[in-house]
């Protein structure tokens, strides 16, 4: 009789066992501290540090940053030399317009999105497509749609996805005065890339 309680003893703490190494530790770093800390991203954390945007990438609530790599910023048309030393408000208000364009609230994977399109609004307040019907998630509309580009990252705050070039909002023509008839912001001139529309204030 005792022989069979420690047999199933040892079984049960086996099973935990298992369980325990099947199940991924949570991440204690935010998303912010992640990036920094892999070389892939040091182009984005520049560009993130340059335009007085961290705490989009710290705060707690949970968020999915499509985030581009090193490689997706060399592929941009002129450089990205005004993103990450703006030289006057102007770049640096359309770079944070693009950088806030790449979050989207709540967490997403592949995994949650197979066979999925979903409609979000971003950050930077313009809505995005997030289609999860083929192999690797594609983010925007056709135009400027971006690709996932390898395995999406956990964060203690949310979800890093990384992508193989700028998300960047589609912009209208309809949109390029505001209420009070100033003009909107343009896009960075060294991206070559359309202009981005839209509040820069987002929900921390």
């Known amino acids: 009789m005792i022989k069979t309680k420690l047999k199933l003893r040892t079984l049960v703490a086996a099973a935990a066992l298992f369980a325990a190494a099947a199940t991924p530790a949570l991440a204690a770093e935010s998303i912010y501290d ?9 182009t984005l954390v520049k560009a993130i540090d340059a335009n007085g945007v961290k705490y989009q990438y ?8 499509f ?22 408000a102007s770049d640096r208000q359309n770079t944070q317009a693009l950088l806030l364009y790449q979050i989207v609230p709540g967490r997403y994977t592949p995994e949650s999105l197979q066979g999925k399109s979903v409609t979000v609004n971003t950050f930077q307040k313009d809505p ?27 964060a203690a705050n949310g979800v890093i996805i990384p992508v193989d070039g700028l998300p960047t909002p589609v912009f209208s023509q309809t949109d390029e005065t505001s209420n009070s008839g100033a003009p909107a912001p343009s896009a960075p001139a060294a991206s070559g890339m359309a202009p981005a529309s839209g509040s820069l204030t987002a929900p921390q």
């Open 34 to 42: 992640t990036l920094k800390a892999d070389p892939q991203f040091s």
């Open 58 to 65: 710290t705060a707690k609530s949970p968020r999915t940053v």
């Open 67 to 88: 985030a581009p790599t090193n490689d997706a910023f060399d592929k941009i048309k002129g450089g990205y030399g005004d993103m990450i030393s703006p030289g006057n």
């Open 128 to 154: 995005v497509t997030i289609d999860g019907s083929g192999p690797k998630l594609r983010y925007g509309g056709d135009e400027f749609a971006v690709t996932q580009s390898g395995a999406a990252i956990a």
